[in-house]
């Protein structure tokens, strides 16, 4: 054997060659699991089925899932998206330059879809959510939140709007996001991006069209499908459009406009057997709603009259302070010498209504104002009746309306409940850290538009992740399911040439894995992406 000069051995003997010169760590786990779901989705290819683009660098699908993915597990600027890419596995899967992930190349590749392109592309990914993966559409959920945007007040826009923000921020402008969420795992099935200003009814009468239209794609898969919605979203004239559709539908009813179901006696409410009814009783009846008789479902609940209680208590007990420094404030501004201008019985009757204002606390929490040589004062009490009689008649109850005659009560208020799926939806795209929303680094109608599409991307894709694990018995939250599988990361060991010039010579490991990840990773098919044997 040739052993080069003495100078090259010398080198070689006196080289470490079982340590590496340096190591570099990928995110790997969580991104692998959510490229293949992503794969078996077909995302990339329904995409770029409907933008048209010159075959030259990325396609509009990558970089549409790039961003996606993005969101799922660290949602950066476009002007950050390039050091955090070079840091997944994602540099591996889709190799690209700094150049084509710059910000503007980014941005020159949303300007690609308009709101016509995003539906039609949405419409396919729902087409392929019932094929390939058999979504339950029996049960639909409907509801709308907003998010905040940080864009200047002065910038020209019709979706950015200030109306009332769930975040309680009146100083931000807000774009409204509405959902049709499937009760399994609640996947986005129909998404509608609207101006922030418009309240429920109006959104709800802009989106009956699409629901109505996407009924058509669902009844391939399934006959019946009931509708389930907030009471917020309704009118007389959005329920006539309702009805006229071939949904079923199950929505709730104000409490003060119905006051005669509200007075049914308890003694006519039923329980339930149903485990998950526990501590909830109801009363079934019809009345005339909307021009039609319909089935009414009163419910009564005890988590629900508990906490409504505990609430009004709190209430109760900051109310009485604030009376109490008032009379206090009242009686040192009429001692002699006082300064300020003091309370008129005008003044002071407008302070005691604004004190005790709020849901239920002016039914229960009185006042009176006396005068007695020429000095005001008042007093307050607690009113029992009016407390036990809204304790018989309203708290704890929820009116249930539907047109579905032919499921059980049982059935109906189970199906009411289910819009907690859309309002978990919602959640995750609100938490800081998994499948965010926010912020929305954009601040045209049109990039707002894009921002949305490829969040509910990440929405999907997180939801068929939780989905399929529960499938797997394997019962992990979205957000648990991600902690766990960011922890699995892939190290290169790079190690030096014996030559000591050239390229390195790299070595892939996966970072130690409890039995969970490993049996999360086989799920998935992680390891089918990584370079080393696990």
């Known amino acids: 054997m040739h052993l080069g000069t003495a100078e090259k051995l010398l080198h070689r003997l006196q080289q470490d060659t079982g340590k590496p010169i340096k190591a570099k760590v990928l995110q790997f786990g969580a991104l692998a699991a959510l490229w293949n779901i992503a794969q078996e989705l077909q995302i990339v290819e329904i995409i770029d089925r409907h933008v048209e683009k010159r075959h030259q660098g990325l396609s509009c699908g990558q970089y549409i899932l790039l961003a996606a993915l993005n969101r799922c597990v660290g949602a950066t600027s ?12 994602l540099s591996r899967l889709i190799p690209t330059s700094m150049r084509s992930l710059s910000s503007q190349r980014f941005w020159d590749h949303m300007s690609y879809f308009d709101e016509q392109t995003i539906n039609a592309i949405e419409k ?24 905040d945007t940080y864009i200047d007040t002065q910038t020209q826009g019709e979706l950015a709007q200030r109306g009332h923000a769930k975040s309680k921020r009146k100083d931000l402008r807000i774009i409204g996001l509405a959902l049709l969420v499937s009760s399994d795992f609640h996947i986005p099935l129909l998404s509608y991006v609207y101006p922030g200003n418009h309240n429920d009814p109006t959104m709800f009468a802009g989106v009956i069209d699409e629901l109505v239209e996407r009924y058509k794609q669902f009844t391939r898969e399934c006959q019946d499908i009931t509708l389930v919605f907030d ?6 004239g959005n329920m006539k459009e309702v009805g006229e559709s071939d949904y079923h539908f199950i929505t ?3 409490l003060t406009h119905h006051k005669d179901l509200l007075d049914t006696p308890l003694s006519r409410f039923d329980s339930f057997s149903e485990p998950r009814l526990e501590g909830t009783s109801a009363h079934r009846t019809k009345k005339e709603v909307w021009g039609k008789q319909r089935t009414i479902v009163i419910t009564r609940s005890d988590n629900l009259l508990a906490g409504q209680l505990a609430g009004i208590n709190t209430s109760l007990e900051k109310k009485r302070a604030e009376l109490r420094g008032l009379r206090t404030k009242l009686r040192r501004s009429q001692l002699p010498g006082a300064r300020g201008k003091g309370y008129t019985e005008e003044s002071l009757q407008k302070r005691l209504k604004s004190i005790v204002s709020g849901q239920f606390t002016p039914e229960i929490l009185k006042s009176e104002i006396r005068q007695s040589e020429g000095f005001l004062d008042f007093r307050f009490w607690t009113d029992s009746v009016a407390y036990n009689r809204l304790i018989r008649t309203r708290l704890g109850k929820r009116i249930l ?5 032919s499921w059980s009560t049982e059935q109906i208020i189970l199906g009411s409940r289910a819009q907690s799926c859309v309002e978990d939806a919602f959640k995750e795209m609100k938490n800081p850290h998994w499948t965010s929303f926010s912020p929305a680094f954009h601040w045209t109608d049109q990039k707002l538009r894009v921002h949305c599409f490829y969040c509910l991307l990440s ?9 399929k694990s ?6 992990l939250s979205t957000h648990a399911l991600y902690e766990q599988l960011t922890d699995v990361t892939e190290v290169l ?8 010039a050239g390229r390195p010579r790299i070595e892939y490991v996966l970072s130690e894995r409890s039995s969970l990840q490993d049996k999360l990773c086989r799920l998935f098919n992680v390891y089918a992406l990584s370079r080393c044997i696990p």
Request: glycine share 4%.
């Open 470 to 475: 529960a499938q797997a018995n394997i019962n």
């Open 124 to 147: 396919d990914v729902t087409k392929r959510l019932l094929e390939h993966f058999k979504i339950d559409v029996r049960t639909l959920l409907f509801d709308a939140t907003n998010f």
């Open 231 to 236: 009471g917020g979203n309704t009118s007389t």
């Open 252 to 254: 709730s009813l104000t």
């Open 493 to 500: 060991n790079f190690y030096s040439m014996d030559s000591g």
């Open 401 to 405: 309306c539907t047109d579905n005659e």
């Open 78 to 89: 476009k002007k950050s998206l390039y050091d955090w890419y070079c840091k997944t596995v």
């Open 459 to 467: 929405l999907t894709l997180s939801s068929l992740l939780a989905r």
